[in-house]
């Protein structure tokens, strides 16, 4: 059974930077960031295979970073520069086969979320 744990949310003013954290338990081989804000679908962010070949949404190209340690099973997203609409609940997603579709519904694995809010 996999079972995913996010932290790192937090507040944080217009240009700063954050770096969740999604702790892996079980097997994977692909995973990815989502968020989600009240009224919206939920959004893929970023996605990873292998620890090596990444995607990222168009939103968030240049200032997000997604990259995992495979020694002990931890997923980052590094963000910088957040601006006030990267406000959102984030959730790390997973799955056994590759894949970078940023669509929600292609990921089998989900954590419980962290808050990330951008304010000034």
């Known amino acids: 059974q996999v079972q995913l744990m996010e932290s790192g949310g937090g507040a944080v003013q217009p240009g700063g930077s954050l770096r969740l954290s999604c702790v892996v338990s079980?097997?994977?081989?692909?995973e990815a960031w989502f968020r989600e804000t009240p009224g919206k679908e939920r959004e893929g962010v970023a996605a990873?295979?292998?620890?090596?070949?990444?995607d990222y949404a168009n939103s968030v190209k240049g200032r997000f970073t997604i990259s995992k340690d495979n020694t002990n099973n931890i997923v980052y997203l590094q963000m910088n520069n957040l601006d006030p609409e990267d406000t959102a609940m984030y959730y790390c997603?997973?799955?056994?086969?590759?894949?970078?579709?940023?669509?929600?519904?292609?990921?089998?694995?989900w954590g419980q979320g962290t808050q990330v809010t951008v304010s000034s």
């Open positions: 997603a997973a799955r056994p086969d590759g894949t970078l579709s940023l669509k929600a519904a292609h990921w089998m694995y």
């Open positions: 079980g097997y994977t081989y692909s």
């Open positions: 990873i295979v292998n620890a090596r070949v990444k």
